[in-house]
Nanobody, 126 residues
Framework: QVQLVESGGGLVQAGGSLRLSCETS????????TGWFRQAPGKEREFVAA????????YYAPSVSGRFTISRDNAQNMVYLQMNNLRAEDTAVYYC???????????????????WGQGTQVTVSS
């Protein structure tokens, strides 16, 4: 059984930084990608970032490009989202996602795979 566990959310002032972590277990991470999505109150869930497992290629939403960085530690089955220069509009619940299906693109049009974490709250005060 695949399990995803996020951690690292919290309250931070605008301009600050946070690092989110996602630990995956239950299946070898191969053939697809791991990504981060977020959902703000009253809004649809949206894509934030993703990393393809085969070659480490990364994808970012335009709103976070240059501020957020997705990375991984294969040995620990961990994926991270480093968030810098946070803004009030980054406030949301952030979800880790795993997609075991190979796709040509894991960018902003990707809606995620079948496996989701429980979410971690990020609140940015202005």
């Amino acid at each position: 059984q695949v399990q995803l566990v996020e951690s690292g959310g919290g309250l931070v002032q605008a301009g600050g930084s946070l690092r989110l972590s996602c630990e995956t277990s239950g299946r070898t991470n191969s053939g697809g990608a791991t990504g981060w999505f977020r959902q703000a109150p009253g809004k649809e869930r949206e894509f934030v970032a993703a990393m393809r497992w085969s070659n480490g290629f990364t994808y970012y939403a335009p709103s976070v490009s240059g501020r957020f960085t997705i990375s991984r530690d294969n040995a620990q089955n961990m994926v991270y989202l480093q968030m810098n220069n946070l803004r009030a509009e980054d406030t949301a619940v952030y979800y880790c996602n795993v997609d075991y299906r190979w796709r040509t693109d894991y960018g902003p049009g990707w809606s995620g795979g079948d496996y989701w974490g429980q979410g971690t709250q990020v609140t940015v005060s202005s």
